[in-house]
């Protein structure tokens, strides 16, 4: 097989194209917490474009939020990040207050991997309301954001990837995640694409 060259773009792998169903689709804003700030402030303004355009086309939105509360849920992130990790209870574990969220009508999701589904009875909850389909945004684009996503389409929902609206620590990591998803698991959407579908 073929190896392609590292300075392709991941627009050479969209080969798929498709706009989301609103009736039956949800919007996952992954871990825009205080923790990741940094990161998370330069896409920022799309992520708020993105919410805006799903509240609008009456699309639920679920904030999930990464902490860990006791030494029995560390799993391998401790030995991986060294010990780094995001405490419940502190204000690094908190959702970042600029997001837009309406506390009596957007679900959190508290996680404590890199997968929304793992644990948090994600699933059900959207399978609950019809949900078919979801739009992936949020931190870090190539941990959970990409594991989401993977773990969305083996459990059968479509989904939708923002390129505008997710983040990661440098470029060719994000760019890395958003071929290997154009190529086998997502379709790629930004605020402008939203906008036109939505």
């Known amino acids: 097989m073929a190896m392609a060259s590292s300075s392709t773009s991941y627009k ?3 080969i798929r ?3 989301p169903n609103p009736k039956v689709a949800a919007l996952l804003v992954i871990d825009m917490q205080n923790y990741f700030a940094a990161m998370a402030k330069p896409i920022l303004q799309n992520l708020l474009t993105t919410i805006r355009l799903c509240r609008r086309a009456s699309i639920p939105v679920i904030f999930t939020r990464h902490s860990h509360k ?3 849920d560390y799993g391998m ?3 991986w990040w060294n010990g780094d990790l995001i405490f419940d209870g502190t204000p690094e ?3 970042m207050p600029e997001l837009d969220r309406r506390p009596h009508q957007d679900h ?3 996680k404590n991997t890199y997968s929304a589904f793992r644990g948090t009875g994600l699933e059900d909850y959207l399978k609950e309301r019809g949900v078919q389909e979801v739009i992936v945004t949020g931190v870090m684009t190539n941990l959970c954001c990409e594991t989401t996503a993977r773990e969305a389409f083996v459990r059968g929902f479509r989904v939708f990837f923002s390129t505008d609206a997710t983040a990661t620590s440098d470029e060719e990591l994000h760019e890395a995640t958003l071929k290997n998803l154009a190529y086998g698991f997502a379709y790629l959407v930004d605020c402008n694409r939203l906008d036109q579908a939505l």
Do not use: A, G, I, M
Request: glycine letters at 0%.
């Open 93 to 95: 574990s908190q959702l």
């Open 108 to 110: 959190v999701v508290d």
């Open 12 to 14: 050479e792998y969209e």
């Open 70 to 72: 006791s030494p029995s």
């Open 17 to 19: 194209k498709r706009n």
């Open 77 to 79: 992130l401790d030995e």
